[in-house]
């Protein structure tokens, strides 16, 4: 089996990746992380050297948590295809593995409880 075809099925395997989420807002970004993603892959197989490419040129003018979106989304994506046999398991699996964008960094200031936050909506 070759590892992804580009076919008019494709457009059925972004929906369905789509239709996963139930917030607009998830759905639009996702969208845009896809179409994105879709663009940038062209004719190239979708595989685990593409995607570490792709992340490559999202480090040049992404955030890390725009980063990791992208990310997940084409491993959703890479899990619906293989779902659907259009992806092998193992190229999936291989997708599946890539890790994220590192986020450094501290959390800095004054962060409220859970009783707190709740106390200040009541106030």
């Not at 607009?24 to 892959?41: I, K, N, P």
């Not at 992340?55 to 979106?69: E, F, P, V």
Request: proline letters at 4%; a positive charge; glycine letters at 4%.
């Amino acid at each position: 089996m070759p590892p992804f075809r580009n076919e008019p099925n494709f457009k059925g395997l972004r929906q369905a990746v789509l239709d996963q989420l139930a917030s607009t807002h998830s759905r639009r970004a996702y969208a845009h992380a896809l179409d994105s993603f879709l663009t940038w892959l062209g004719t190239q197989p979708l595989n685990r050297a593409a995607l570490l490419r792709y992340k490559a040129t999202l480090a040049d003018r992404l955030s890390t948590s725009s980063i990791n979106l992208h990310l997940a989304v084409i491993r959703k994506l890479a899990a619906e295809a293989a779902e659907r046999k259009v992806l092998a398991p193992e190229v999936a699996a291989g997708i599946r593995n890539i890790r994220g964008a590192r986020q450094q960094g501290t959390r800095t200031g004054n962060w409220l409880t859970a009783d707190q936050a709740r106390e200040l909506i009541r106030s």
